[in-house]
């Protein structure tokens, strides 16, 4: 398999995990807006808080690749690209199985109590665990450290990843976006301070732009160029893609601190958690991409 199909499948790959993190994504967002949410022991609200944590450097991971590689390569196919797409999508898993355990046992406490919460979250994490590291480790085969030759990549080819890339995104905001309209017809966001909602709407305007962004290279390569592959499109879709990453940090900050007010009443802890959440993404999704390619710009 040359370098051009192995990036191909290690970005499908992503696309794949990012489809499984979207829903518990936006359940972990939305369930503290339910009425009965309210009834949750202080501890397990702190915990649902913890997994909304860990699903955030989930998919933060699975869509760092993708802006890694259009940043740092402009689009080429390259030995580092694909090393980052192997390394961010296994490390991945480890949050996205926490975060999953937490979720479990929030809501199996709620049906069934304390006990049985917590073996249905654990028995989840640890078989999660299993599944996605155990049986890859145990079936692992020597590597065949081949030297993959760097090549210009076909324009064609690099069409095809960038719109792949911008369907990895995409799952992200789409899950925060549902949450979002639907959130603001619950009773516990009308109890919110009007700052609050505020805030929240413009985390969903944020969002919005984002999806839009994303969608429009679609749109833009069939209407504008009729399908065909041109260096004009690309460079227009890479940079839309890369530019569509930062209202999506800015959306999804803003609705941690929304959460984290919802939980802690708390405004000062939810501009603490959102401040925290907005530097982790831009770091990751821009400054680590954009300080890796000046320095190999020599």
């Known amino acids: 398999m040359d370098l051009e199909q192995k990036l191909k499948t290690a970005l499908d790959e992503s696309r794949l995990l990012i489809l499984g993190a979207q829903v518990l994504f936006g359940f972990t967002f939305q369930v503290v807006f339910q009425d009965l949410f309210s009834e949750v022991p202080p501890v397990s609200q702190a915990l649902q808080c913890t997994g909304l944590a860990f699903m955030l450097v989930s998919v933060c991971l699975l ?7 259009q940043i740092v390569f402009d689009g080429e196919s390259r030995p580092g ?37 917590a073996v249905f979250g654990l028995t989840f994490a640890t078989g999660s665990l299993l599944l996605l590291y155990g049986l890859g480790f145990a079936l692992r085969r020597p590597s065949r450290r081949k030297k ?99 209202p999506l940090a800015i959306g999804i900050s803003a609705d941690i601190a929304v959460v984290f007010f919802k939980v802690t009443d708390n405004k000062g802890g939810a ?28």
């Not at 954009?290 to 020599?298: E, F, I, Q, T, V």
């Open 148 to 246: 993959m030759l760097e090549s210009a990549t076909p324009l064609k080819i690099k069409i095809e990843q960038m719109l792949t890339e911008a369907r990895v995104i995409i799952p992200g905001g789409q899950a925060l976006l549902g949450f979002q309209f639907v959130c603001t017809f619950t009773r516990s966001f009308r109890e919110l301070p009007l700052s609050i909602q505020y805030l929240h709407a413009a985390a969903l305007c944020a969002v919005a732009v984002s999806v839009l962004l994303l969608m429009t290279p679609a749109a833009l390569h069939r209407i504008a160029f009729h399908g065909e592959d041109d260096i004009s499109f690309f460079r227009i879709g890479s940079a839309l893609v890369v530019a569509a990453s930062i």
């Open 63 to 69: 869509i760092a690749p993708s802006l890694y590689h």
């Open 271 to 298: 501009a603490v958690a959102g401040a925290l959440a907005l530097g982790v993404l831009i770091a990751v999704w821009l400054g680590y991409p954009l300080w890796r390619r000046n320095s190999a710009a020599p």
């Open 81 to 117: 690209a694909l090393a980052y797409a192997s390394w961010f999508a296994g490390a991945s898993l480890l949050p996205l199985t926490l975060g999953l355990g937490a979720s479990v046992f929030v809501v199996f406490e709620q049906l069934f109590g304390r006990t049985a919460g």
